[in-house]
């Protein structure tokens, strides 16, 4: 169910406030919010169907939780989902204990699925070059095919984008956050604000800084300090959103030659293991990343070992 169907039923302030909380307070990307959305509506409509009234959060126990994890497990929701769910319910009730709404979570003690193990995807650099490329390979190709004059600035976005979130390893809000004066040119750095406002320096390689200037040049005026790297037109003001860069992500990989499934975030998992596939420590690639936990970044060593050991039996005659 959407926001605007959850808008149709009676407001459950304490919801209401959490969401407001999240995109305020702890600065959560508009992906966890509409997770975190979903999650509790799929809890309220689970406890109106099967209890005929709304959730009363401060009175539900944990065999409350336990039913609706059955639930959940009986109407085959991945491992992953029912995962996000429950973080979702977790993180609501810490919400709700500082702000005095009840004394304790009734989620202690709650085992869920183990999750699914699943390694990050990712391109091969050959493949990320091709994508890379693909922006200015398109401004071309529309130039040659059109009889009028083409607007540039879109594709030399594009291609400024897509440059630094390889080259920085940026998830997506992170690179449609950046503003100008984010930009570190003679020391070649970026500020980044990641999940909770969390900031970081992150070096930005020279093709990418390059990608950006020659974008800003092709702007219609000077960009102000404090406006957007990344705008969603020329001559605007507001940033590119996420989903407008998934959009135009689409007419690249086509380009390109790449699965159409491929997400922004998979130049992010490209970053991380080439990286480590050409010697770079655990501990640096979590700090480039952003990880607020080392465990988060082993998986992509995982993936580099998982690679080797299949380069081994490919080649090794005695393997």
């Known amino acids: 169910m959407s926001e605007h169907g959850l808008n149709k039923q009676p407001v459950d302030v304490w919801v209401e406030d959490f969401l407001a909380h999240l995109a305020t307070d702890r600065g959560a ?4 919010r509409r997770n975190y959305t ?6 309220r409509r ?6 005929q009234t709304r959730p009363a959060w401060a009175a539900l126990q944990r065999d409350d939780f336990r039913a609706f994890l059955r639930h959940l497990s009986r109407r085959e929701f991945s491992r992953a989902t029912i995962h996000l769910t429950f973080s979702a319910l977790r993180t609501f ?5 500082r702000r005095g709404h009840v004394a304790a979570t009734p989620l202690k003690n709650i085992a869920l699925p183990k999750p699914e193990r699943r390694l990050p995807k990712f391109v091969t650099v050959e493949q990320a070059t091709a994508l890379l490329a693909a922006p200015l390979g398109e401004l071309e190709r529309e130039r040659r095919l059109s009889e009028s004059p083409v607007d540039p600035v879109p594709f030399l976005r594009d291609a400024a984008l897509l440059e630094t979130i390889y080259s920085c390893g940026l998830r997506i809000s992170e690179a449609c956050g950046l503003r100008v004066e984010d930009l570190n040119q003679p020391e070649r750095l970026i500020t980044v604000r990641g999940k909770g406002r969390k900031e970081r320096q992150v070096p930005i390689g020279g093709p990418a800084l390059r990608a950006i200037l020659t974008y800003w040049q092709g702007l219609p005026q000077p960009l102000a300090p404090s406006a957007p790297v990344f705008l969603a037109e020329a001559g605007l003001t507001e940033a590119i959103r996420p989903a407008q860069v998934q959009s135009r992500l689409k007419r690249y990989l086509l380009a390109a030659g790449l699965d159409l ?10 970053f991380a293991t080439h990286l480590l596939d050409n010697g770079a420590d655990l501990r640096s690639v979590q700090e480039l990343l952003g990880h607020k ?4 970044t082993q998986v992509y060593a995982h993936v580099t070992v998982e690679r080797l050991k299949q380069a081994y039996l490919d080649a090794h005659p005695r393997a």
Not at 46 to 51: A, K, N
Not at 93 to 97: G, Q, S
């Open 29 to 32: 990307s508009d992906y966890t």
């Open 38 to 43: 979903e999650a509790l509506a799929e809890f």
């Open 46 to 51: 689970w406890h109106e169907g099967e209890r």
């Open 93 to 97: 009730y810490k919400f709700l204990i």
């Open 261 to 270: 499934r491929l997400t922004p975030h998979k130049l992010r998992h490209s």
């Open 293 to 296: 936990n080392l465990a988060a």
